[in-house]
């Protein structure tokens, strides 16, 4: 992903509610939101790498990566990000203690945040070591977490205007309106990252489109005491709608 909002044990009855945007070249490859055959995890898939962006399982496993966008030189042999969080949905570690495992120095720059129904964990190897997420609303792109970027402000504000506590067929329909929100910052306000005012003022709205590089899928994801709703609506290369999945927690 390269862009999340999400409210952590803080609305009644749904212990998880998360928006966001997978930003990526349109050429790479990628399937749908889907069960995978081989395991329990729900999610799409990267099909260059094998990996996710984004993910949960039957059981209320959830976990999401983004990017550290930071110009530098990849880890010799470096990991694609993506397996970190299929490697935690297809696992059976508690939260933390699997962010503790991950050895940073293999991939490029990343943040992870790891969680079940009823705990939660971030890390990122660019600045945060392996620790508890707190309760509470949080934004995460492509710098540390609830760094305030134009676009994490605007999401945050978006999201803070929202009714949480709507059925989540409405709370899906606002998530993905919320996340379709095209403005772009103030060449004032742009963060400098190291690739240009040009690229910056690119990917300063929520919703990239650009002719080679974008917003690919949208998504929505809610964990409540009883059950998910995964929702995933596909912008690019070819928009193809949105597919949603419900269902109680296996037990």
Known sequence: MCIV????????NKPLILFGNRDEFYHRDAAPLAIWPQNSIIAGRDL????????ITASGRWAIITN???KENLPENAITRGALVADYLNGHSEPLPY???VNPAQYAGFNLIVGTRTDAAIMGNRGTPPQILSSGIHTLSNALLDTEWPKTKRLLQGFQALDL????DVLVANGFNLLNDETKA???DLPNTGIG??????LSSIRIDSPIYGTRVSSVLMLGDDGYTFAERTLRP???GVVMFKGHYAR
């Open 48 to 55: 260059q790498s094998g990996g996710t962006w984004l993910g």
């Open 238 to 240: 070819v928009e193809a």
């Open 186 to 188: 103030d060449t004032a």
């Open 197 to 202: 005012v040009e690229m910056e003022e690119v």
């Open 99 to 101: 962010l503790q495992s």
């Open 165 to 168: 506590m709507v059925n989540d």
């Open 5 to 12: 909002v999400l409210a952590w044990q803080t609305v009644p």
């Open 68 to 70: 550290f966008r930071r």
